[in-house]
Structures are given as C-alpha cells and as structure tokens.
C-alpha cells in the first residue's frame, strides 16, 4: 500500500493525537492488520495487537477476545459497511480513531484490483461524530488536517486548505 509513498503528515499527526491521549502504559488493540502505522506505535513504546485481517463487518471475535484498554481504528470505518456494530462490540473504554474525510471535489475511492481497499463510506465530521454518539461513545476531543500533494490543477488547489483527515478521542459510555 504504501510503495511509492509514506504519508508522513498523516503519522506525525496520528501520533502526536495518540500521545496526548493515550499512555504508553495502556494496551491497544488496533484494528487493521500489522501496518507502518502500528509499527510506529510499537517504536514509541506503545503494547499493540492487531486485528488478523477478519472481516470486522460479521466477525468480532478478536474484538471480543481482547483485554485492551484502548482501541485505534485509523482509516479503517471507511471501509466498513456497518462501523456500527463494531463500536457496539468494543470492550475498550478509549478510542482513538481517524478517517479520511467526504472531499465535495472527489468521488469515493475504489481500488480496482484489492477489495479489501475500498470505501463504502465517505464520512463528513458530523456523520461521523454521530455514529459514534449513536454507538455510545462520547468524543473528548477532535482534531482535522489538510493533505496537500504536489501536483498542479483544481483538486490539488482545492486540497491544500480542505481538511482530509479527522482524528477523535472518545469515552465509552458505561450504564
């Protein structure tokens, strides 16, 4: 996936979010398979484990198998058709996850030759704030980033001051 490019903005952000919220003393489980991202995690001091490449819309078991305090989903409800039942099942108190934000300016994105690497969702904030709320999480704090790219035209203008990315800390709400 990230052959030709490392988003480095994207880590420096995602990570700088994770600290503030989450101590290197709790664990994580982070949803996704090992990744770069879940490999940072690790080098600064962070106790991860990943989901194992289970499709997440029908089965839960790691979810439910897990003893993690903390929950990371970066860019992964995207790609989901019901994110919500997976926050249903999170056993978790904390979350800390990030998706890529509706651009106005472009269609969903769709990987022609990897199913797995799809969108079926392209969340605008408000929507995605509202799934969680729905799912009972309580968002403590939000934060959002452009993604400018050096290529001249429209959508590249347009993407050096829309905000592409949009990072939560949430609390689940016990009853």
């Avoid at 690497?117 to 403590?140: C, M, N, P, S, T």
Wanted: aromatic letters at 14%; charged letters at 25%; glycine letters at 4%.
């Amino acid at each position: 996936m990230y052959e030709k490019t490392f988003p480095n903005k994207r880590f420096q952000h995602t990570l700088a979010f994770l600290q503030k919220h989450v101590g290197t003393d709790e664990t994580v489980l982070d949803l996704g398979v090992p990744n770069p991202f879940s490999e940072i995690m690790v080098e600064h001091g962070y106790t991860v484990e990943n989901t194992g490449g289970e499709d997440l819309d029908i089965d839960f078991s790691t979810i439910e198998q897990s003893d993690a305090t903390v929950v990371t989903a970066f860019e992964i409800f995207e790609h989901l058709i019901a994110p919500f039942n997976v926050l249903r099942e999170l056993k978790a108190d904390k979350l800390v996850a990030s998706i890529p934000m509706r651009l106005w300016f472009s269609p969903a994105y769709q990987s022609k030759t990897d199913p797995w690497d799809r969108h079926y969702h392209e969340f605008e904030d408000w929507q995605f704030d509202w799934l969680l709320e729905k799912a009972g999480w309580v968002i403590k704090d939000r934060a959002k980033w452009t993604n400018p790219v050096k290529k001249i035209g429209i959508r590249p203008l347009l993407r050096q001051f829309t905000p592409r990315y949009y990072i939560v800390y949430a609390e689940k709400i016990r009853n």
